[in-house]
């Protein structure tokens, strides 16, 4: 999970300013040493740190102590407000001309980023929103580009516009656009070729095409996991072509979270969106506020409540709801909510989206082990319809043969079969337990 370790060392230093009464101002210069060396230690520009820590100091020690709040609580509200600020404060989304009228988005970035990936990824969530988009592939060197792109379109059910490779990228984005206008679409995004190392050609590339084109917005992706040289990417880029906001991928292999720290204060421009996996769906919002927050272990449930209404169907939660209270639910019902869980991204990225569960997550992992959670897939689907939705009927020749059909020992079928009976009674125990009438979302 990104920002791991920084959120667990900066939790410490509060938990020890929470045990102190009272706050003396070298009590909140020791904080801060720790605060410095855990965000120079995720890998944040030295000058944003330094910015950083010289803002909070001077409103640390300034009019609020006197104020005689509770001085640990202070501390954390001002670092919280400082890391808002430091990642931009307000969420910026893609500018988009009213109705019909094309947007045309350009995106950049070095060779392997992740940008035709990330291009199909916006053109799905554009398309969510009721957007008619369309790509363009303008990669021409790269072999393979084109046909990725025409793959995760495909995926995405959004059409590619491409005239191959033998033409100049110019040609084949003011093509798409003419395309666009006879076609009904009201998005273009073009897909350009990246390099391995910014050079004046690919530079010289990306300003022709916006010379030739009216580009409403420069979108530039950069890899999260390459730190530093992600926050340098963005500064030569905007000093080169101009951009207008930064999509940083890969942040969820990114443990340390720096890039994502210091691209806005460093090149002035804000994250659009951070990708969060290979999956063509694994591109969220970038959200400050919400991203200090799991920072700080405060959770993001803002976050939670989001991914679960984009992922549950709604009638089926009602209905497991029902099954629930009434301790009806069989295996099939099981499965359907581990299917949910898989949806949101995992217990994993589920749990780490919880107040106060950041920090604890790796107990919390192996103790729930999300490959157990494919062997207990593997034993219900071995199981007949009739004994997933009547558990009663499992005796030991049943269990045998389920075990041998999943291939697995026969205990874990009976641990499985005795976590579930388990399960019911308690629910039968509990009727008042799920509370409130039928319709909240997320109760699986
Ligand atoms: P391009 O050369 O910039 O067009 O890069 P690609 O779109 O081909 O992506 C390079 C690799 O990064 C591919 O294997 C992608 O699946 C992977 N990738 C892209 N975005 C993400 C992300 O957010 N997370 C992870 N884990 N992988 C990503």
Known sequence: MAFESLSDKLQNVFKSLRSKGRLTEADVKTALREVKLALLEADVSFKVVRQFIKSVQERAVGQDVMNGLNPGQMVIKIVNEELVSLMGSETTEIALRPGSEITVIMMAGLQ??????????????????????????????????????????????????????????????????????????????????????????????????????????????????????????????????????????????????????????????????????????????FYPDRMASRILGMGDVMSLIEKAQANIDEEKARDMEQKLKKAQFGFDDYLESMSQVKKMGGISSILSMMPGMGNKMPDIESAIDEKKMGRIEAIILSMTPQERSNPDVLNPSRKKRIAKGAGVDISEVNRLVKQFEQMRKMMKQLPGMMGGKGGKRGKF
Do not use: W
């Open 112 to 285: 392997g980023a992740g940008k035709t990936t990330t291009t199909a990824k916006i053109a799905g969530k554009l398309k969510s929103k009721g957007r008619k988009p369309l790509l363009a592939a303008c990669d021409v060197y790269r072999p393979a580009a084109i046909k990725q792109l025409q793959i995760n379109g495909e995926k995405q059910g959004v059409e590619v516009f491409s005239m191959g490779d033998k033409q100049n990228p110019v040609d084949i984005a003011k093509g798409a656009v003419e395309y666009a206008k006879s076609h009904g679409f009201n998005v273009v995004i073009l897909d350009t070729a990246g390099r391995l190392h910014v050079d004046e050609d690919m530079m010289q590339e990306l300003q022709n095409i916006k010379t030739a084109l009216d580009v409403d917005q420069t979108l530039l992706v950069v890899d999260a996991m390459t730190g530093q040289d992600a926050v340098n990417v963005s500064d030569m880029f905007n000093q080169k072509i101009g951009i207008d906001g930064v999509i940083l991928t890969k942040l969820d292999g990114d443990t340390r979270g720096g890039a994502a720290l210091s691209i806005k204060a460093t090149c002035g421009k804000p994250i659009l969106f951070v990708g969060m996996g290979e999956k063509l769906s694994d591109l969220e919002q």
